[in-house]
Nanobody, 115 residues
Framework: QVRLVESGGGLVQAGESLRLSCAASISTASFNTMAWHRQAPGKDRVYVAAITTDELTNYDDSVKGRFTISRDNAKNTMYLQIDSLKPEDSAVYYC?????????WGQGTQVIVSS
């Protein structure tokens, strides 16, 4: 069973940076695509960014220019660098991996941005 564990969240001030990590129990090279989603309080979970095995990246328009997704297959870890944090970035951030047409998701890490 695939296990994904997010870490790196916390309480930060607006304008600061965070790097979220997603550690996988299997080789991240086995995931066709990995992604980050987030869910703000009282809102639906939404797409943030994705990265393929070929290192192609895609971002939601709301985070372009501030978020950077990356993966290190040698460490079986995916990252989300978040710069210039805004209060509206406050959410639980979930990482996922697509393998054999099925997505596996972690339990999330909470980010709270104070103004």
């Amino acid at each position: 069973q695939v296990r994904l564990v997010e870490s790196g969240g916390g309480l930060v001030q607006a304008g600061e940076s965070l790097r979220l990590s997603c550690a996988a129990s299997i080789s991240t090279a086995s995931f066709n695509t990995m992604a980050w989603h987030r869910q703000a309080p009282g809102k639906d979970r939404v797409y943030v960014a994705a990265i393929t095995t070929d290192e192609l990246t895609n971002y939601d328009d709301s985070v372009k220019g501030r978020f950077t997704i990356s993966r290190d297959n040698a460490k079986n870890t995916m990252y989300l660098q978040i710069d210039s944090l805004k209060p509206e970035d406050s959410a639980v951030y979930y990482c996922g991996g697509l393998q054999n047409d099925r997505w596996a998701w972690g339990q999330g890490t909470q980010v709270i941005v104070s103004s």
